[in-house]
């Protein structure tokens, strides 16, 4: 496992340069919102990317104005859908403008993948740390109203995050019925609960001594009280309605402690919640995810077995 090549993917970071969020005219792009985001009255946030290496959309967004979704089309579309919501350490938003390497997987194996570029709570956002939130569920009615124009079942939506995009998940599956906004139209009708979830070696705790001190900070401050850090520490907080939920992480993984996933399968097993843990023995933070020859991580395919299980895909 330590051997494998980390290959341009849906967790790659982008172009170079900072720009305004656009795409080349042939990439699929949903705004998530019709004006300003809810709470960004007067705020007047530019979108912002920094390069991460050479390589074309290999870029990190560190300010978001206009969060959006990249859609990658399945071709023969089986009718499952999948929102796949990057990492970053809540300090920025580990996405190109194109699809990547990820959501073009799922798109060959005939589910539709939508990659979400969400915002951040370090540009003020009125909603503080419920800003992310807000666009993952905003992202999820979005996919369901546009059903019939990609040819999705809107009953079978799943949601897969990555390191602080495992936070931004699990926030989804644990208060996906928590209002967050004001509705302000008929997509905000649709229910922003996925069929399944999927957290890879997320952030989950912001309490000591297991809290990613980034993502806890960028979330919540310098010096957040204890029952803040408890409100937003996932593994506290498992309501009944949580959908079936798989959860990985590499037992050496240096920067988010596996503790993370040990407490919220405990969390979600502890309410009753149809859950499955898998800690890879070597990997680190971000464990490749395709072999060199390019190869899914296995992963996937028990994150496919698991979600079949519970109505995702057909015929499982």
Not at 124 to 139: F, I, K, M, V
Request: glycine letters at 12%.
């Amino acid at each position: 496992m330590d051997r494998r090549t980390v290959l341009a993917s849906g967790l790659a970071l982008g172009i170079a340069g900072a720009a305004r969020a656009s795409a080349p005219a042939d990439i699929e792009r949903v705004m998530l919102w019709p004006g300003t985001p809810p709470g960004g009255e007067g705020l007047g946030i530019a979108d912002v990317t920094v390069p991460r290496s050479p390589k074309p959309d290999d870029i990190a967004w560190t300010h978001i104005g206009t969060p959006a979704m990249t859609v990658a089309r399945a071709a023969k579309p089986n009718g499952a859908a999948i929102l796949l919501i990057p990492g970053g350490g809540y300090a920025r938003v580990a996405v190109g403008r194109g699809p990547g390497r990820i959501a073009q997987m799922f798109a060959a194996q005939g589910i539709t993948a939508f990659e979400l570029l969400y915002r951040l709570p370090h540009d003020g956002w009125r909603a503080g740390p419920a800003t992310s939130l807000q666009d993952a569920q905003r992202a999820m009615r979005l996919i369901r109203a546009g059903a019939a124009k990609w040819g999705i079942d809107p009953a079978r939506v799943a949601a897969m995050g990555f390191s602080a995009g495992g936070h931004v998940v699990g926030s989804l599956g644990t208060r996906a019925d928590k209002v967050t906004y004001d509705p302000i139209d008929a997509a905000d009708r649709l229910p922003a609960r996925p069929i399944a979830v999927a957290m890879f070696f997320p952030v989950v705790s912001m309490l000591p001594p297991i809290a990613h001190e980034q993502s806890r900070r960028e979330l919540l401050g310098t010096d957040p009280s204890e029952a803040l850090a408890r409100s937003w520490s996932l593994e506290l907080d498992v309501p009944a309605a949580t959908p079936p939920t798989l959860v990985c992480h590499a037992a050496d993984d240096k920067t988010v402690k596996a503790a993370n996933s040990l407490a919220m399968f405990a969390g979600l097993q502890a309410a009753g919640i149809p859950s499955e843990l898998m800690i890879a023995e070597k990997g680190g933070h971000g464990i490749p995810l395709f072999d060199a020859d390019g190869k899914p991580y296995v992963w996937f395919d028990l994150f496919r077995l698991f979600a079949g299980r519970h109505g995702w895909l057909p015929n499982l």
